[in-house]
Each structure stands twice: as structure tokens, then as C-alpha cells.
């Protein structure tokens, strides 16, 4: 079934208060994404590659007209601890933030949180002068 059939099926509003049973493939790596395993009854992303698709401009409205690919981005932590995945569409460039699922792939996830360490705005040389000007030793130990 495709997003237009299913935004005729349901009414405005259905997957912010139903769960989405609903099987798909993944359009970045092509495996079949089954909603069993998330821990949650609203899937929206690929378990293995993270990806998602662009098409709420609400959370489970089913309203987008984009349709793009919806890259991971960034990881974050909210205040209960619970790690959230940002997701930046391809095609317009929208952010969002999708809760992480029980079934997600900890590797990719834990990529996707280093990502910033390994690619600092400064030459990784300059710590120690950094250090130093903080009022540090300047000594890494």
C-alpha cells in the first residue's frame, strides 16, 4: 500500500493514536523493516541502516508531501536518559528527532554519536596548545 493510499484509508490524526503494523522496505539498504522488535508500536525507521522517510509534517500525521529520505544525522539524550536519533531529510533539509528503537543497530547508533570526536573544527595537534591557553599543563596524560 503506498503513502497516498494510506493517507485516504486513515483520517487525519490515526498513527498518533494507533500503532502502525505496517511492513516496509528500507530505500537506503533494501531490507524488509517489520514492526515487531521496536519496543513501541509506532516503527519509523530502519532498524539496520537508521534511515527513515519523510512523510510527517507532525509526528504521525502521514501529511508530507516530500517524501525524501530522511538521513541520521545525530544522536541525542533526553532528560529521562532515552537516546533519540536526528534525522535530516535529503530533499528539503528538514530536522526531526525519532525516539531509538529497541531493536536499533547499537554499532550505527554509536557511529553516529562519535562522529563529532573524530572530526573536530580544530587540527587534533592543537590540544595541548588549547589546553594551555585554558590554563592547563598543556600535558595530555
Not at 528500507?26 to 519509523?44: D, T
Not at 508530507?64 to 530522511?70: D, F, L, Y
Not at 573544527?121 to 598543556?138: C, K, Q, S, V
Request: aromatic share 6%; with cysteine.
Amino acid at each position: 500500500m503506498n503513502r497516498e493510499n494510506k493517507r485516504i484509508q486513515y483520517e487525519k490524526g490515526y498513527y498518533k493514536t494507533h500503532a502502525c503494523n505496517d511492513t516496509f522496505t528500507c530505500k537506503l539498504c533494501g531490507r524488509p523493516v517489520f514492526p515487531q522488535g521496536a519496543g513501541s508500536g509506532h516503527r519509523n525507521h530502519c532498524p539496520n541502516c537508521l534511515t527513515s522517510l519523510h512523510v510527517d509534517d507532525e509526528p504521525g500525521d502521514r501529511a508530507s508531501a516530500c517524501g525524501g529520505i530522511m538521513e541520521p544525522v545525530g544522536v541525542w539524550v533526553r532528560k529521562n536518559g532515552e537516546w533519540a536519533v536526528i534525522h535530516r531529510c535529503k530533499r528539503c533539509g528538514k530536522l526531526s528527532s525519532n525516539r531509538t528503537a529497541a531493536d536499533d543497530n547499537p554499532m550505527k547508533l554509536m557511529s553516529i554519536a562519535l562522529k563529532p570526536l573524530t572530526s573536530p573544527p580544530f587540527p587534533l595537534e592543537r590540544i595541548e596548545e588549547l589546553t594551555a591557553l585554558m590554563g592547563g599543563d598543556g600535558k595530555i596524560k
